[in-house]
């Protein structure tokens, strides 16, 4: 592994745990207040600031399936904003947002608040075409754009959705190639052609990483 992706991975892994630890007081908590400086790339507009940006993608090579973004988006002002669309500059990739469970609508930054996109539980942000539209080891622009503020870039470092990053990659994980369900062979003296005790259900069904 080259020097500059040695520094890429070890720059990413202490974003995910910034991640982590906002997870716990995304939405509804003042940003000024939380006192974090992350030592990792981040970027202020206006009243927005956006940081710990990842761009997931699958956890196995040569898997075609969707990436996620991730990230956690601040707003100091005094009204909420929506975040209308993301996009990835110089690629054909299409993302699409959805609200944390039980929301409805647009993904909505409140006033002096904050929300992680990305983990359980929380906004999403599909990239349907991920394995098209990036690279691992990349870093990635990524462009947010929200209803006050307009457009805020950030380059964002690209990995699989293993380890740290599991818990906020993509929720569909394709099996790996060269995978294929298998069944139990059958005990001696048996044909494994009848229904109930003799069938075997086949397994390694795709997997689902958790968010």
Known sequence: ?????????L??????????????????????????????????VDDVKIQNALVITQPHQGVKGPAAVSATVFNNGSTPQTLDAITLPGTTATVKLTPAAGGAGPITIPSLGSVVIGGKGNATAVIENGTEATKNGDAQ???????KTGDVGISAFVVPSTSYFKEFGPSIVPAPPGSSPTASAPAEGEHGSGEGEHGAEPSGEATTAGH
């Open 1 to 9: 592994m080259s020097r500059s992706l040695r520094r890429g991975a």
């Open 11 to 44: 720059a990413a892994t202490a974003i995910v745990f910034s991640i982590a630890a906002l997870s716990a007081c995304a939405a509804g908590n003042d940003a000024q207040t939380l006192g974090i400086k992350p030592d990792n790339a981040a970027v202020t």
């Open 141 to 147: 622009r990524v462009v947010f754009k929200l209803s």
